[in-house]
């Protein structure tokens, strides 16, 4: 967590390691600390933020790491009930907040293309035992100078090592639609989006021809802090 009244430091990073405060648009050098959100499905207010630190940050391609033991922001059910154990009829229904928790596992890097409908996500076994790439289908990231927004269409993809790939989710995406956080044009949108992430997947085109499973964190960078306005509204800017 940030403190309060941080000062900013070189293109608007707080000195603190909290994201800027600014508004203003800007490439972030490697090693800065943004944030990572996700609005609400059906709703202007965000539910989820992760704080990120950046490897890459150009007109080509966005890429950010999330490091195990990071504290983010997850929705979680008004009762107290996670997200993912409750029963699908219900859980986009149900009353919902937010709550902070620790990202566990061995953390992920983050890709995205400016105006891309997704991004992709590698994953690791411990020992950095590489896993699987994961199609996260999702608006086009809009940028702020404290990081990057977007919001989920719940449909998903995985990218096995072996070029297979698998639809993830569908039962999700079907139930966003049913109870209306989805309409038909959006959800016909969303799987043209899948099915374009899916050619890429099929021409090995980047980011899996890249190499990207190779990469490893810089030793010296710290895990980033959530900050106290993780939920503020930012002026956003073109990709």
């Not at 890097?109 to 997704?118: F, I, Q, S, V």
């Not at 043209?192 to 021409?203: C, D, K, P, S």
Request: with cysteine.
């Amino acid at each position: 967590m940030a403190d309060e009244g941080a000062v900013s430091g070189v293109n608007g990073t707080a000195t603190d390691g909290s994201p800027p405060t600014t508004d203003a648009p800007a490439r972030w050098a490697p090693g800065t600390p943004v944030l990572w959100r996700y609005r609400a499905n059906g709703g202007p207010g965000f539910h989820i933020a992760r704080p990120v630190t950046v490897v890459r940050d150009d007109a080509d391609l966005l890429a950010v790491w999330l490091a195990p033991g990071t504290e983010c922001v997850k929705p979680g059910l008004a009762d107290g009930t996670p997200v993912h154990q409750e029963p699908l009829e219900t859980r986009y229904t149900k009353p919902r907040t937010v709550q902070r928790g620790r990202w566990f596992g061995t953390g992920v890097l983050k890709l995205a293309r400016p105006g891309d409908p997704w991004s992709v996500w590698l994953f690791w076994e411990p020992g950095w035992q590489f896993k699987n790439w994961y199609v996260n289908l999702e608006e086009p990231l809009a940028r702020w100078a404290g990081g990057v927004d977007s919001e989920d269409h719940f449909l998903d993809i995985c990218v096995h090592p072996d070029r297979s790939w698998d639809w993830l989710d569908e039962d999700e995406f079907a139930q966003a639609q049913r109870v209306g956080l989805m309409d038909a044009g959006a959800a016909a949108r969303t799987r043209a989006a899948g099915l374009a992430a899916v050619e890429v997947i099929r021409a090995w085109g980047a980011p899996y021809r890249d190499g990207w499973e190779n990469w490893r964190p810089d030793p010296t960078w710290t895990v980033p802090v959530l900050p106290q306005d993780w939920d503020r509204t930012p002026v956003h800017a073109s990709p």
